[in-house]
């Protein structure tokens, strides 16, 4: 049995909290405000601390400081309706076990609460100071599974691999870890490998000396060397060349380059964060990419969703640029219309955060002042424009490769190939059938006449994979 503080001044929260606490078999203390948690916690040691960031009177990442003033190292659950970056860094920075965001579920909480439970004694936290932020926007669940990633990386010194679509933000996420890691002071290094052309990949890299090649009058610093200190964030990772790819796994594993023309090793200490938009996995198992830099590289990684699966972060954000773009002549700023709002969240924004953030900016500019309405906005930006058509063609190659792989496989088992046709629909029809229900919000009968299937035969299907839909 363990003995629970739970401080929330939303009574129905601690009810809840309470309920699943002593559930559990633990004793369960309650207080609705930071000051009566703190006297209560100093004359009774709670093991675990449940507590809300935003209280009436002193708040809840304040309070945690004066917890641990008082009564030490406690495993504290942080519970806030505030999901935003910042308040997720100075959770973590304080030393929160977790962080979780309201609405939660009770299981999520019951989940957290056990671990904490588990590990309380044995945690040590180390009070962190708290600091400052601006730049990455978002309130959905999924935003703030970023923001948790993010708060929970930027102090260690692992390798970061940010994955998501183009325009989703992966190099803000990337400057976001590096302000809020120890080597914010530092510089932050941003390469783009895929515009590095491949003859002078190298030199880029890991510099060159005079002479080192012909027009190489006088020596350069490679980008590996001048995030000495800092951080180097290498975007589209995916296309450095195979044979440099070696060289950059033992600069990374020694901390030493060799620049091109010389024999002298050169220091250099960075933290490295990488981005791709490709299927890495892919490319390893097609000898494109080494594994061994693929796990060098992916100590821990953050995937940024599309903004089509955020919509609810799509008004934030507007708003968030339109703030920006007050109009110079009248200083008026600017406003969104509902039909303005429900058209930004009807596109499905291809080039994500930076299409919509370009489409805010021409609108700002066709409105002058006051206010912004759907005609005022650009035409979407379409995939064929993105390329993002050929990249389709490049995963449908993969898929296919994969695919082949897999077939060659079943035939070394002649059992295996026997049902493989049966076995291939297993594979690919869940992950079909998955997306068209999310499409048509769970409904059947609109997602089996998209996929060209009869109703009940794609009700047969999805209760044989065990799929929910409503
Ligand atoms: N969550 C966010 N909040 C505020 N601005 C954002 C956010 N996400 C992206 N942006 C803005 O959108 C633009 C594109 O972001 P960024 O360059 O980080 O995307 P990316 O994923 O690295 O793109 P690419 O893969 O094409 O390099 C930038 O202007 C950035 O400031």
């Given at each position: 049995?363990?003995?629970?503080?739970?401080v929330?001044?939303?009574?129905?929260?601690?009810?809840?909290?309470?309920?699943?606490?002593e559930?559990?078999g633990?004793?369960?203390?309650?207080?609705?405000?930071?000051e009566?948690?703190l006297?209560?916690a100093e004359?009774?040691?709670?093991?675990?601390v449940?507590?809300?960031?935003?209280?009436?009177?002193?708040?809840?990442?304040t309070?945690?400081?004066?917890?641990?003033?008082?009564?030490?190292?406690?495993?504290?659950?942080v519970?806030?309706a505030?999901?935003?970056?910042?308040?997720a860094?100075?959770a973590?920075?304080n030393?929160a076990?977790?962080?979780i965001?309201?609405?939660?579920?009770?299981?999520?909480?019951?989940?957290?609460?056990?671990?904490?439970?588990?590990?309380?004694?044995?945690?040590?936290?180390?009070?962190?100071?708290?600091?400052?932020?601006?730049?990455?926007?978002?309130?959905?669940?999924?935003?703030?599974?970023v923001?948790?990633?993010?708060?929970?990386v930027?102090?260690s010194?692992?390798s970061?691999?940010?994955?998501?679509?183009?325009?989703?933000?992966?190099?803000?996420?990337?400057?976001?870890?590096?302000?809020?890691?120890?080597?914010?002071?530092?510089p932050?290094?941003?390469v783009?490998?895929?515009?590095?052309?491949?003859s002078?990949?190298?030199?880029?890299?890991?510099?060159?000396?005079?002479?080192a090649?012909?027009?190489?009058?006088?020596?350069?610093?490679?980008?590996?060397?001048q995030?000495?200190?800092?951080?180097?964030?290498?975007?589209?990772?995916a296309?450095?060349?195979?044979?440099?790819?070696?060289?950059?796994?033992?600069?990374?594993?020694?901390?030493?380059v060799?620049?091109?023309?010389?024999?002298?090793?050169?220091?250099?200490?960075f933290?490295?964060?990488?981005?791709?938009?490709?299927?890495?996995?892919?490319?390893?198992?097609?000898?494109?990419?080494?594994?061994d830099?693929?796990f060098?590289?992916?100590?821990?990684?953050?995937?940024?969703?599309?903004?089509?699966?955020?919509?609810?972060d799509?008004r934030?954000?507007?708003?968030?640029?339109?703030?920006?773009?007050?109009?110079?002549?009248?200083?008026?700023?600017?406003?969104l219309?509902a039909?303005?709002?429900?058209?930004l969240e009807?596109?499905?924004?291809?080039?994500?955060?930076?299409?919509?953030?370009?489409?805010?900016?021409?609108?700002?500019l066709?409105?002058?002042?006051?206010?912004?309405?759907?005609?005022?906005?650009?035409?979407?930006?379409s995939?064929?424009f993105?390329?993002?058509?050929?990249?389709?063609?490049?995963?449908?190659?993969?898929?296919?490769?994969?695919?082949?792989?897999?077939a060659e496989?079943?035939?070394?088992?002649?059992?295996s190939?026997?049902g493989?046709?049966?076995?291939?629909?297993?594979?690919?029809e869940?992950p079909v059938?998955e997306?068209?229900?999310?499409k048509?919000?769970g409904?059947c009968?609109?997602?089996?006449r998209?996929?060209?299937?009869?109703?009940t035969?794609?009700?047969?299907?999805?209760?044989?994979?065990?799929?929910?839909?409503?």
């Amino acid at each position: 049995m363990s003995k629970l503080l739970i401080v929330d001044d939303e009574e129905s929260i601690c009810w809840g909290l309470s309920q699943l606490g002593e559930s559990h078999g633990h004793e369960v203390m309650m207080a609705s405000t930071a000051e009566q948690a703190l006297s209560l916690a100093e004359k009774d040691r709670p093991d675990v601390v449940v507590m809300d960031v935003r209280l009436p009177g002193m708040d809840g990442l304040t309070a945690m400081q004066g917890l641990y003033e008082r009564i030490g190292p406690v495993p504290v659950i942080v519970i806030t309706a505030y999901g935003d970056l910042q308040t997720a860094v100075e959770a973590v920075r304080n030393g929160a076990f977790d962080y979780i965001v309201k609405p939660f579920d009770l299981a999520q909480m019951e989940q957290v609460l056990e671990k904490a439970v588990k590990e309380a004694g044995r945690e040590e936290l180390q009070p962190g100071e708290p600091r400052q932020l601006e730049g990455l926007v978002g309130s959905t669940p999924e935003m703030q599974l970023v923001f948790k990633s993010i708060a929970l990386v930027a102090a260690s010194d692992a390798s970061v691999m940010l994955t998501g679509e183009s325009g989703t933000g992966k190099e803000v996420a990337a400057q976001a870890i590096h302000r809020f890691s120890d080597r914010a002071s530092g510089p932050f290094v941003a390469v783009n490998i895929a515009s590095l052309s491949e003859s002078l990949a190298e030199s880029e890299l890991f510099g060159h000396v005079p002479g080192a090649f012909t027009g190489a009058e006088s020596g350069r610093m490679g980008f590996l060397e001048q995030a000495n200190g800092g951080t180097l964030f290498l975007d589209e990772v995916a296309d450095i060349p195979l044979s440099i790819q070696i060289k950059l796994l033992r600069a990374l594993e020694e901390g030493e380059v060799l620049p091109v023309g010389s024999t002298q090793r050169v220091k250099t200490n960075f933290r490295v964060i990488t981005a791709s938009h490709r299927n890495l996995e892919s490319l390893i198992k097609r000898g494109k990419f080494r594994h061994d830099l693929y796990f060098r590289l992916c100590t821990f990684e953050i995937d940024i969703p599309p903004l089509r699966k955020r919509v609810g972060d799509i008004r934030l954000l507007a708003e968030f640029f339109l703030e920006r773009f007050v109009d110079r002549q009248t200083g008026m700023q600017h406003r969104l219309t509902a039909e303005t709002i429900t058209e930004l969240e009807r596109r499905p924004w291809y080039g994500n955060v930076r299409e919509l953030r370009n489409a805010i900016e021409h609108a700002a500019l066709r409105a002058r002042g006051g206010t912004i309405l759907p005609e005022d906005l650009p035409a979407p930006v379409s995939q064929s424009f993105l390329g993002l058509d050929e990249s389709q063609a490049g995963s449908d190659a993969e898929i296919n490769e994969l695919l082949k792989q897999w077939a060659e496989q079943q035939f070394l088992d002649p059992e295996s190939a026997a049902g493989i046709y049966e076995k291939l629909l297993t594979l690919v029809e869940p992950p079909v059938m998955e997306v068209a229900l999310e499409k048509f919000h769970g409904q059947c009968a609109p997602a089996a006449r998209c996929l060209g299937l009869h109703r009940t035969t794609l009700s047969k299907k999805l209760k044989q994979y065990d799929i929910e839909n409503s």
